[in-house]
């Protein structure tokens, strides 16, 4: 068969094996995530039947993806209150860092690879995957809740932490003196705090440079700056995820909205290709060995993610079952550890599948818990306090908040308590909250 007849033949039956998944998964309540993962990996290298002629494709369509993915999140936000985020929330960052690079450093001190091998495993471990997240949240509906900032200001941090972390990596697995790195740290600084001044001064005079009446510049345009400023972004050893994220906090006003209707369905199409590269790019064969020790390393750092979340959401004055929501949404890593891996596989081959394995076991379940954490954390809480947990019974509540609380538990209600303050990092410009789908008791704080 002709390579080009080749190409459009296996092209056409992923996407249209992607949309059927998607479909089977949306009517049994799932998000395609995981289902996108498990295909590409039946029909990757040594799956079922190997897509060999539209893997150079799908290659460059999964960058493209994540590109898509970090622009239209950061579409949804101002350059203020990535600002503002970062400000209220670094100390949510250094809790990051520690609750979850520790238990990857640790391991590989463990298995013996040394400090080379410890850094990057601990890079491993750490980053959340901001591709995988934003793909959640669009299917969960969660862009306007108020722990969304929260997830972002994470987020957001991690991914310029990168700045300073892979070219410090880098060096030290190619044993580069330390002017060298000290270079390329410099540059990649530089970068990121040269697209966050102009995103934060010159903001509408770039959208204004942007704007278009035609949809079909407009999208043009938009698309090549974003894919522009990411590839030079990677270039200069800042990751393209954030460039690409930059870009959307840059653009304001309608030129944002008209860049989120006409991106939407893009940014679906190349995310679903992301998902599948990422499995196509995985032998099944390589991770039966590894698959205990992944499986101990993601178990670990679930928790740890999920307390990282739940902190950082309880820092910013957001109820109980937003911190929850956070902190499920945040166990998923993806991207990121794998670009790590690939750069430390030459020093320490055994790295790779032990990577492999634990982001494929995290990418499936970080979809899982984004949905279920919060339920389950609520079923729990009700089940100590005695009660339904809603409130309705008639104790007198000796809580430390204002009011008198009603639980039907030990007689302790928390009514009080749940009535924090609106959290500070919260964006005045929000889109309507789907957190009301279940109504609440009146009075209660929405979370």
Not at 14 to 26: E, M, Q, S
Not at 138 to 146: A, P
Not at 277 to 293: C, M
Not at 399 to 418: F, H, I, M, Q, R
Request: aromatic fraction near 6%; avoid cysteine; glycine fraction near 14%.
């Amino acid at each position: 068969m002709h390579d080009t007849t080749a190409l459009l033949v296996e092209l056409g039956a992923v996407i249209l094996g992607l949309g059927l998944v998607g479909r089977f998964a949306g009517r049994i309540g799932l998000s395609p995530i995981p289902l996108y993962l498990l295909a590409g990996l039946a029909f990757g290298h040594g799956g079922l039947i190997p897509l060999k002629a539209s893997e150079e494709f799908t290659m460059v369509g999964a960058e493209i993806g994540v590109i898509l993915l970090l622009l239209l999140l950061g579409l949804e936000y101002s350059a203020s209150e990535l600002v503002t985020s970062l400000k209220t929330q670094y100390p949510s960052g250094a809790v990051d860092f520690v609750l979850n690079a520790t238990p990857g450093a640790v391991a590989a001190l463990i298995l013996g690879w040394g400090p080379v091998g410890a850094v990057a495993l601990a890079g491993v471990t750490w980053i959340s995957s901001s591709g995988v997240i934003a793909k959640v949240m669009t299917d969960l509906g969660r862009l306007g809740n108020r722990e969304t900032p929260v997830i972002l200001g994470v987020l957001v941090m991690e991914d310029l932490a990168m700045a300073v972390y892979l070219p410090l990596l880098t060096a030290m697995l190619a044993g580069v003196s330390l002017a060298g790195g000290s270079l390329a740290l410099v540059i990649a600084l530089g970068a990121v705090g040269l697209v966050l001044y102009l995103a934060l001064r010159h903001g509408r005079l770039i959208s204004r440079a942007v704007s278009s009446d035609n949809p079909e510049m407009l999208l043009l345009v938009v698309l090549g700056l974003t894919v522009l400023v990411a590839g030079i972004a990677q270039q200069l050893q800042v990751s393209a995820a954030v460039g690409a994220f930059l870009v959307g906090i840059a653009l304001s006003g309608e030129v944002a909205e008209g860049a989120r209707k006409l991106l939407t369905p893009l940014r679906d199409l190349f995310a679903a290709v992301f998902f599948v590269f990422f499995g196509l790019s995985t032998n099944p064969a390589d991770i039966p060995p590894v698959l205990l020790p992944a499986a101990l390393l993601a178990i670990i750092t679930t928790f740890t993610k999920i307390a990282t979340g739940y902190y950082a959401a309880r820092r910013a004055g957001i109820g109980s079952r937003g911190r929850w929501r956070a902190g499920g949404t945040l166990v998923a890593r993806g991207e990121f550890s794998i670009v790590i891996a690939g750069l430390a596989v030459a020093t320490e081959p055994r790295i790779g599948p032990i990577a492999t394995a634990y982001v494929l076991i995290l990418v499936i379940v970080g979809p899982l818990t984004a949905r279920w954490t919060q339920p389950i954390a609520a079923k729990i809480e009700a089940r100590r306090g005695g009660g339904d947990g809603k409130g309705t019974g008639t104790g007198t509540g000796t809580g430390t908040g204002t009011g008198t609380g009603t639980d039907t538990g030990a007689g302790k209600g928390t009514s009080g308590a749940e009535k924090e303050p609106v959290a500070k990092s919260a964006p005045e410009r929000r889109l309507p909250s789907h957190d009301d789908l279940t109504p609440e008791p009146a009075g209660e704080t929405r979370e």
